[in-house]
């Protein structure tokens, strides 16, 4: 889908979000094959996303499991480029904001934030 409904239909708890720093390389081992949890990062706020089973290996959004994805989310993309370019969101449109900003709502609304990309 591309975000078209932002209430999680079972009530989530999220807790207040931590900012325990992380680099990009310590997110990378949160893609559920080196560790158990998956971290998917939006504009370097890390969200634990372990709980979805989308993230997991073998499934459709593995691709973002570990990774910076807020160029990639925007576009509506898969492409490994776009997640590779990580949150550089150079050539976005009006419309690609919005869809990210759509994007962010959707993982405040279910995910805990469990810290922050540094660098
Ligand atoms: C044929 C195209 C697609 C179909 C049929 C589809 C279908 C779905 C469905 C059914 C969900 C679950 C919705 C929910 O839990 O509320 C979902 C979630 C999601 N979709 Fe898609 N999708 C498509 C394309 C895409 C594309 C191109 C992206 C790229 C950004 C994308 C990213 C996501 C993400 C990030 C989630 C949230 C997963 C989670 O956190 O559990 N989808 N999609």
């Known amino acids: 889908m591309s975000q078209k409904t932002y209430s999680p239909k079972v009530p989530v708890h999220i807790d207040p979000p931590k900012h325990d720093p992380f680099t990009l390389t ?49 576009k509506s993309s898969l492409k490994l480029e776009d997640v590779l370019r990580g949150d550089d969101l150079e050539g976005y449109t009006e419309k690609e904001h919005e869809t990210l900003q759509g994007w962010v709502r959707f993982f405040e609304q279910r995910y805990n934030i469990v810290g922050r990309v540094k660098n």
Do not use: C, M, W
């Open 26 to 74: 310590e997110l990378a081992q949160y893609d559920g094959v080196r560790s158990d949890k998956i971290y998917v990062s939006i504009l370097s706020n890390i969200y634990d996303v372990t709980r979805s089973g989308s993230y997991n290996p073998g499934k459709n959004y593995h691709i973002f499991a570990g990774r910076e994805s807020a160029r990639a989310l925007g």
